[in-house]
C-alpha cells in the first residue's frame, strides 16, 4: 500500500520546500512533489501533515543506551533503548559499547551483528574502547584500556562479521596508526576520541584513514593558541565528520555554534545517550561504572567526571537551531551527514525518490509528532 505525507514543510537537501507531499511504497521514497497533485497518486494511506515539518529519519552514530536500559546488557536492552530513541526520531542506530575486555568486546560485537542480521534499523555496532588514553578516559575502566595490538584488532574485526562500523580509539598509541590501516581496511570507519593527540598525530591519524571525531571537545585534548589539538586538525581536514553532543552540557552553546562554522556540512549530532534518556534521575552504571544522574546530568561517582548524556537527537536538533544553526543544516546534521559518516549516504539521509523511507514528522516547536521506518508509521 501506498502512503502519502501531504501538505508539509519538506526539510531535505538543505532547503525547506513548502506545501510538500513525499510518497512511500515497498518502503521507498516512490515519488515527491508540490501542491495537490499528490491526488493523482492511486488512493492509499493518506496523512495530511497540515504544515508540519517533514524531515528525513534521524541516524545516530553514537549512542548507550535509553529507557533504564544500557546497551552492552544485551537483546533486549537495545530494543528498549532503540523504543525510545525511535520515539524520538532516531529511525537508525549504530549501537555503542563501552570499554570492556576484548573477550566481552568481541562476543558483544558478535552479538550486535546477530541483532543487525534481523532488524535493519540496528547499522551495527560502535566500539568505544579499549584502545583509549588513560589520560582521557571518561567514562570507561581504566584498567581495561589497553594497547590496539594487531591480535586484538583483529579478534574484534573477525566477530564482528562485518557489522563493526566505527571504532573510537586514541592514534597516538603504540601500534595505533597501524590498527587505523588495519581497521580502515576492513571497511571500519575509525575515530579520533578519548585521545592526547596533538593535531599533527591527529593529521597522521586522518592521513591513515580516519574519518570522525568522537564527542568534539570531550576527553581530548583542547584548543590552544599555541597546540590546536584534534578538534583543529578534524575542522580543518574535509574528510573528517565531527560528532557533537548537542545537550548544552558536553558542550557550551556558543561551541556548538562554533563547530558547525568551522566544519560546515561535517557536524553530526550524536546523542551518547546512556541508560537514563527517556527516563528519571537515580542511580544507573555505565561499563561497570556507578553513575549519578542529577537533573538530567550524568556523572561517574568516584570523580564526577561526566558519563555520557541523557540526550535524544530530537533535543539536539532543537539546541542546535537555538544556537543560530539554521534549520536544514541542524536536520543534516542527524540524518544526512551521519549517513555520509558511515558511507549509507545512497540509501539514507533524504527523502529524495528512491531513498528509504524513513521520515520524522515536527510541529512548530521541533518535538516529534510522528515517525516512519520504511514507510511503516512507527508506534511507542
Same mark, same amino acid.
Given at each position: 500500500?501506498?502512503?502519502? %505525507?501531504?501538505? *508539509?514543510?519538506?526539510?531535505?537537501?538543505?532547503?525547506?520546500?513548502?506545501?510538500?507531499?513525499?510518497?512511500?511504497?515497498?518502503?521507498?521514497?516512490?515519488? =515527491?512533489?508540490?501542491?495537490?497533485?499528490?491526488?493523482?497518486?492511486?488512493?492509499?494511506?493518506?496523512?495530511?501533515?497540515?504544515?508540519?515539518?517533514?524531515?528525513?529519519?534521524?541516524?545516530?552514530?553514537?549512542?548507550?543506551?535509553?529507557?533504564?536500559?544500557?546497551?552492552?546488557?544485551?537483546?533486549?536492552?537495545?530494543?528498549?533503548?532503540?523504543?525510545?530513541?525511535?520515539?524520538? /526520531?532516531?529511525?537508525?542506530?549504530?549501537?555503542? !559499547?563501552?570499554?570492556?575486555?576484548?573477550?566481552?568486546?568481541?562476543?558483544?560485537?558478535?552479538?550486535?551483528?546477530?541483532? *543487525?542480521?534481523?532488524?535493519?534499523?540496528?547499522?551495527?555496532?560502535?566500539?568505544?574502547?579499549?584502545?583509549?588514553?588513560?589520560?582521557?578516559?571518561?567514562?570507561?575502566?581504566?584498567?581495561?584500556?589497553?594497547?590496539?595490538?594487531?591480535?586484538?584488532?583483529?579478534?574484534?574485526?573477525?566477530?564482528?562479521?562485518?557489522?563493526?562500523?566505527?571504532?573510537? %580509539? $586514541?592514534?597516538?598509541?603504540? @601500534?595505533?596508526?597501524?590498527?587505523?590501516?588495519?581497521?580502515?581496511?576492513?571497511?571500519?570507519?575509525?575515530?579520533?576520541?578519548?585521545?592526547?593527540?596533538?593535531?599533527?598525530?591527529? $593529521?597522521?591519524?586522518?592521513?591513515?584513514? $580516519?574519518?570522525?571525531?568522537?564527542?568534539?571537545?570531550?576527553?581530548?585534548? +583542547?584548543?590552544?593558541?599555541?597546540?590546536?589539538?584534534?578538534?583543529?586538525?578534524?575542522?580543518?581536514?574535509?574528510?573528517?565528520? %565531527?560528532?557533537?553532543?548537542?545537550?548544552?552540557?558536553?558542550?557550551?552553546?556558543?561551541?556548538?555554534?562554533?563547530?558547525?562554522?568551522?566544519?560546515? @556540512?561535517?557536524? =553530526?549530532?550524536?546523542?551518547?545517550?546512556?541508560?537514563?534518556? @527517556?527516563? &528519571?534521575?537515580?542511580?544507573?552504571?555505565? /561499563?561497570? !561504572? $556507578?553513575?549519578?544522574?542529577?537533573?538530567?546530568?550524568?556523572?561517574?561517582?568516584?570523580? #564526577?567526571?561526566? =558519563? +555520557?548524556?541523557?540526550?535524544?537527537?530530537?533535543?539536539?536538533?532543537?539546541?542546535?537551531?537555538?544556537? #543560530?544553526?539554521?534549520?536544514?543544516?541542524?536536520?543534516?546534521?542527524?540524518?544526512?551527514?551521519? *549517513?555520509?559518516?558511515? /558511507?549509507?549516504?545512497?540509501?539514507?539521509?533524504?527523502?529524495? &525518490? #528512491?531513498?528509504?523511507?524513513?521520515?520524522? %514528522?515536527?510541529?512548530?516547536?521541533?518535538?516529534?509528532? +510522528?515517525?516512519?521506518?520504511?514507510?511503516?508509521?512507527?508506534? =511507542?
Amino acid at each position: 500500500m501506498t502512503t502519502i %505525507l501531504h501538505s *508539509a514543510r519538506l526539510i531535505d537537501d538543505g532547503a525547506v520546500t513548502d506545501d510538500a507531499w513525499v510518497a512511500f511504497s515497498d518502503g521507498v521514497v516512490t515519488q =515527491a512533489g508540490v501542491g495537490d497533485t499528490w491526488r493523482d497518486l492511486p488512493a492509499g494511506d493518506v496523512v495530511d501533515a497540515a504544515g508540519a515539518y517533514l524531515a528525513p529519519g534521524f541516524i545516530d552514530l553514537h549512542g548507550h543506551g535509553a529507557g533504564g536500559a544500557t546497551f552492552d546488557d544485551g537483546p533486549d536492552a537495545i530494543a528498549t533503548g532503540r523504543a525510545v530513541h525511535r520515539a524520538h /526520531g532516531t529511525t537508525r542506530a549504530v549501537i555503542s !559499547l563501552v570499554t570492556a575486555s576484548v573477550d566481552d568486546l568481541a562476543a558483544r560485537a558478535a552479538m550486535v551483528a546477530d541483532l *543487525a542480521e534481523q532488524d535493519a534499523t540496528i547499522l551495527g555496532s560502535h566500539l568505544e574502547g579499549p584502545f583509549l588514553s588513560v589520560l582521557h578516559k571518561g567514562a570507561h575502566t581504566v584498567e581495561l584500556l589497553r594497547d590496539p595490538d594487531p591480535a586484538s584488532v583483529d579478534r574484534l574485526i573477525d566477530a564482528g562479521r562485518g557489522t563493526i562500523r566505527q571504532i573510537t %580509539l $586514541a592514534p597516538e598509541l603504540p @601500534g595505533g596508526l597501524a590498527a587505523v590501516a588495519r581497521l580502515v581496511d576492513a571497511g571500519i570507519a575509525v575515530a579520533v576520541g578519548h585521545t592526547d593527540a596533538t593535531a599533527e598525530q591527529a $593529521a597522521a591519524a586522518f592521513d591513515a584513514g $580516519a574519518t570522525l571525531l568522537t564527542h568534539a571537545f570531550n576527553t581530548m585534548r +583542547g584548543i590552544h593558541h599555541r597546540a590546536p589539538g584534534p578538534v583543529v586538525a578534524a575542522m580543518r581536514d574535509d574528510r573528517v565528520t %565531527l560528532e557533537l553532543i548537542a545537550d548544552g552540557i558536553h558542550v557550551h552553546p556558543d561551541v556548538i555554534t562554533l563547530a558547525f562554522a568551522g566544519a560546515p @556540512g561535517r557536524i =553530526a549530532l550524536v546523542t551518547d545517550a546512556m541508560a537514563a534518556a @527517556g527516563t &528519571v534521575d537515580g542511580r544507573y552504571e555505565l /561499563g561497570g !561504572l $556507578a553513575v549519578t544522574v542529577t537533573d538530567g546530568v550524568a556523572r561517574l561517582d568516584s570523580n #564526577g567526571a561526566i =558519563a +555520557g548524556s541523557t540526550l535524544t537527537q530530537d533535543a539536539a536538533l532543537r539546541l542546535a537551531v537555538r544556537c #543560530g544553526v539554521s534549520l536544514p543544516d541542524a536536520v543534516a546534521a542527524v540524518s544526512t551527514v551521519p *549517513a555520509r559518516a558511515l /558511507g549509507l549516504g545512497r540509501r539514507f539521509g533524504s527523502l529524495r &525518490v #528512491g531513498m528509504e523511507a524513513d521520515a520524522v %514528522l515536527l510541529d512548530d516547536a521541533l518535538s516529534v509528532t +510522528g515517525v516512519w521506518v520504511s514507510g511503516v508509521r512507527a508506534t =511507542a
